[in-house]
């Protein structure tokens, strides 16, 4: 944990500037195991400290690599000496984002550090489990992965205080050859927010997903592909995830709305079916602690649900504290920084669709003729809200009922348009939270939905 040493510096924010000291380190923890042998070894800590200043709506930010207080004075000096020269080149007339103040924050997840030996054990447990209860597999990876983001973050005219986001991860990936030759992979990743002991203090818990993994890539092992074209489909929660981080998600950044994404002509438009609700969650929903919870940003702005589609039409956006001024609406804590040395940018944090009230048995049942479509190793998206995303785990659908498992295939589609073809929404919601998203820099997220009956292009062989 980081010791505050940034408090006394408070006294050197000037007046009729805008002001943020942020003191970070970053921790990583990783071992790899390839077929019982080790293969990656990794622990390593980044910190330092940043500061921006804002003046008449111009910015000006300084990061130095080194944790200290003659650090903090020296970022402070050059952010403010930035935006002063800045602002001699800006346009008149920028307005300064309104002072939103508040109480100190203390941190809710200490980082609680282990031994490297621990963690291999603990891989190598992983790893004894598969050799004796999945045979016929042809190889097996476990690797154990844990970040940190430690944060210390002083503001003039928002909120301070001292955040801690720690996760850690178990990864199994398990990959069988088909009677062609072809190699299938499946993985799955166990853990969640909190260090090594919150989520593997008895690594049991990962056994059963273990074994659901090696049955369904004997499924696939068996598997046969799609048929090309237009189709009615289930798409579990981790592909409407999937769908609300990368297809909607990204166009309702308000950086990129500005940067010309379909979103911004569609605001207070119907994007989507009025079954679907979408919120970038803070750090509850439906009365739980989500996957990643997000109290405090780093421009120091308590952390709220950012709802961006209601019953089908588009409400608003993510926004940092410049852009919601531009929008005339209140910022809800989306601007977030990986590294010390990296500015806050508008991200997301647990983007979500909202559970309706259908059961997946009912759903499955209703199709005739149709896929059902559970995981994605991959996808991409553009600002026209067009994306195509790879299906690593799906089975088909006939007569209402599951039939053989498929194999890798395709979706693709505009979010915008497929949405509104939804027509049944499950009751559950189906969190994923394991991945980083790498707009311009790294950042934890979580992403999450219900299973969903709409019609999309799926790829054939």
Known sequence: MLNDILSNKT??????????????????RRVVFVNGEMSANVRSETRGVNARVSKDGVQGFSSMAEYSEAAAEAVLKAASENALFLATHAPRGLKAPKAMPGTIFTP????????QKRLIDACREVDDYIVKNCPGITSRRVIYSEDSQDKIIYSSDCTSGHVVNPRAYIYVFLTATTKDGVPVELFKAFGGGGSFE??????????????QLYKRLMDKKEGVYAEAGMKTVILDGMMAGMLSHEAVGHTVEADLVIGGSVAGPNL??????????????AHTAFGERVP??????????????????????????????????????????????????????????????SPGKDKIEDMIASVDDGYYLIDSGNGQADLTGEFMFGVT????????????????TTVSGVAFEMLKTVDMVSDKIVWSSSGFCGKKQMIPVSMGGPALRCKIMIGGR
């Open 108 to 115: 809710h997840r200490p980082i609680v550090d282990f031994e």
């Open 198 to 211: 919150d989520q593997f203090s008895d690594l049991s818990v990962c056994y059963p997903g273990i074994q």
């Open 11 to 28: 006294s050197l924010f000037a007046d009729g500037f805008q002001t943020v000291l942020r003191g970070q380190e970053n921790r990583n």
């Open 268 to 281: 207070n438009k119907r994007v989507a079916s009025d079954l679907i609700t979408m919120v970038d969650y």
């Open 393 to 408: 785990l799906g089975y088909e659908i006939k007569n209402g009922k599951i039939g053989k498992a498929l194999l890798d």
């Open 292 to 353: 990643l919870p997000i109290y405090l940003d780093d421009e120091g702005v308590s952390a709220t649900d950012a709802v961006l589609i209601k019953d089908g039409i588009l409400t608003g956006y993510m926004n940092d504290r410049a852009s919601a001024e531009r929008y005339g609406v209140d910022p809800a804590g989306n601007a977030r920084g990986w590294l010390f040395s990296d500015e806050p940018l508008i991200r997301m944090r647990n983007t979500a669709i």
